[in-house]
């Protein structure tokens, strides 16, 4: 069976081709079906595929019963991804990579730990990527292999938080879009800041910007009930996302990141609230892939725009005080790379063991019937259990001594070497 990985990320496209290809986390059943659907049209043989699409990453998992042509298994996957989101193939193919084998299992593994991510250690990976299997699974793209893959993935995950350090030196996106505003702005204690979307990371970044004591916090979502939630835990208040264009101009922060396949904020609002604002300046954080806020609101002079990117490489500085809890993490990681090649190697003797039990199973009925025929004639019962036994033993030493005999030099050394140990003899 052939693993694959195949995707981009951070490290090896911009944003601007990451929002492109993304698919909406309600949507990640349907995509692994179509998936399925498109790699079985082009000759995919027993395939299993799951999806990861994050901030940071789109990735393809597949398990098939393939030749292993990396090329091939690549560029079908790219087309793929372009057909699904109406791209074009040739933009799209430079920046795929593709992970065979050990290489995709090795891969996974340092994904769910945070080793692969922007931000070294970062938690969330792992619930985005349980999230991605429970789809994959309804959605019916996973079989034997990618199953026991992602299981041993999230076990090696848990293995490596407990064990190392490395979630203590993660530093999260939150905190260095606190520490990009500090540079706009002095103190937030005197504005007013805008939480665009309530997940996980607007959460979390409401946190860190609630400790320094802004003068208003306010979060905005399409579903007010969520916002007021969110807003109460933090003393602030909420408002639907379908006031944010008369809204906008009231605040000096405004941080954004939801799931919308669309730009929630246009340039074109944002230009009316600088106005509004009499260029009074604007820090502006967009977490979200696909991007929520328009690329060209960065151009404007009195705003300061931060993708996820830029707090990304922001958040690098110290990394060499993780280096000790990163060791510690990959050997933990190959270890169990290696235990999970094993038994992927197992698994193909499988078809192997089963002829060779059906086979056994077909020589033990036949000497069985023979030795029922023969007491039903009234033969002597130890007389038929002799004969029960030594046609047994007969049938099950034919084919190894047939390849004896048949064999020449250099083969009959070789089997002599392996038939003991395969019928535990003694020489």
């Not at 990453?57 to 790219?78: M, V």
């Not at 969330?124 to 299997?133: E, N």
């Not at 203590?168 to 204690?189: E, K």
């Not at 990959?330 to 999970?340: G, K, N």
Request: glycine residues 6%.
């Amino acid at each position: 069976m052939q693993l694959l990985a195949v995707g981009l990320n951070h490290t090896t496209a911009p944003v601007s081709l990451r929002e492109k290809v993304a698919f909406p986390a309600d949507q990640l059943g349907q995509a692994v079906a179509s998936a399925c659907a498109w790699f079985g049209n082009v000759g995919q043989r027993a395939q299993e595929t799951a999806i990861l699409s994050t901030c940071n990453r789109t990735e393809i998992y597949g398990a098939s019963a393939n030749d292993g042509n990396i090329d091939a298994a690549l560029d079908q996957t790219a087309h793929f991804v372009a057909d699904y989101h109406k791209l074009s193939f040739a933009d799209l193919r430079p920046y795929l990579y593709a992970l065979p084998q050990d290489e995709a299992v090795r891969h996974a593994f340092r994904v769910a730990s945070g080793l692969d991510s922007m931000v070294l250690g970062e938690p969330q990976i792992l619930g985005q990527m349980k999230d991605a299997v429970r789809q994959a699974e309804a959605a019916g793209g996973l079989g034997t292999y990618l199953h026991q893959m992602f299981q041993r993935t999230f076990a090696v995950a848990k293995e490596v938080r407990s064990t190392t350090e490395i979630g203590a030196h993660s530093v999260s996106m939150a905190a260095a879009a606190v520490r990009l505003s500090q540079r706009i702005f002095d103190s937030l204690s005197g504005q007013h800041v805008l939480f665009i979307g309530a997940g996980e990371m607007i959460d979390l970044c409401i946190t860190h910007f609630a400790a320094q004591h802004p003068r208003s916090l306010t979060v905005a979502n399409r579903t007010l009930e969520r916002a007021e939630a969110l807003a109460h835990r933090f003393g602030g208040r909420a408002m639907r996302l379908g006031e944010l264009a008369d809204q906008l101009a009231h605040f000096d922060v405004v941080v954004s990141c939801t799931a919308s396949s669309l730009p929630i904020i246009g340039l074109g609002m944002v230009e009316r609230a600088v106005k509004t604002r009499r260029h009074k300046p604007m820090f502006m954080v967009d977490l979200a892939v696909p991007r929520d806020i328009e690329s060209e609101v960065g151009r404007l002079d009195d705003i300061f725009l931060y993708t996820v990117d830029d707090l990304g490489a922001a958040v690098q500085i110290g990394i060499e005080n993780r280096q000790s809890a990163v060791a510690q993490a990959e050997a933990i990681i190959e270890t169990r790379v290696q235990a999970f090649m094993h038994w992927l190697d197992s698994r193909a003797l499988v078809p192997l063991i089963q002829d060779l039990q059906e086979s056994s199973e077909q020589l033990r009925r036949a000497e069985l019937e023979r030795a029922r025929k023969l007491l039903a004639r009234g033969e002597d019962v130890d007389a038929v259990l002799e004969a029960l036994s030594k046609g047994l033993t007969a049938k099950f030493l034919h084919g190894p001594q047939q390849a004896l005999h048949s064999a020449d030099a250099g083969e009959r050394a070789r089997l002599a070497q392996w038939l003991p140990q395969l019928f535990r003899t003694r020489r």
